[in-house]
């Protein structure tokens, strides 16, 4: 039986080995989401203390960098506006969002947004995003929320 029980426990810390990297990317992806939530959904400022950097980098070319700039900018949030995730992808210490905001501009906008995470925090951040189309050639929509 001791062979057994060992073999059995070999087994059991070689498949925590092998999905620990999968782990550590779930982590930062359900802390990035839960983040984007409050701040996004919730609007709720102080989320930008608790998740990002002081010295959070902005690699949006309208917007400065630091936390105390991202809360400043967000500060009047639209009360009509609204954000919805869609697909989420994690690898390592990125995590990219494709997401609806609605109510921020005069249409809504598609946009991916990557998050690189550092020590607990949300440490840089880029986008690309476009006003969303109703009518595709494809007749795919453009966003599909998170299920």
Do not use: C
């Amino acid at each position: 039986m001791p062979f057994i029980r060992n073999t059995a426990f070999a087994f059991a810390l070689a498949l925590s080995t092998l999905a620990a990297p999968a782990m550590a990317q779930e982590s930062n992806k359900d802390f990035v989401v839960k983040a984007v939530t409050e701040l996004f959904s919730n609007k709720d400022l102080t989320a930008i203390d608790r998740y990002w950097a002081d010295s959070y980098i902005q690699r949006n070319p309208g917007l400065a960098s630091t936390s105390a700039v991202l809360k400043a900018a967000l500060k009047d949030m639209p009360a009509n506006m609204t954000y919805e995730i869609g697909m989420v992808i994690a690898e390592g210490d990125l995590v990219a969002i494709h997401g609806r905001y609605t109510g921020w501009g005069p249409k809504p906008m598609i946009v991916v947004d990557i998050y690189r995470v550092e020590n607990g925090k949300i440490a840089e951040h880029w986008d690309v995003g476009q006003d969303e189309v109703l009518e595709t050639a494809s007749g795919n929509p453009m966003f599909e929320p998170m299920k």
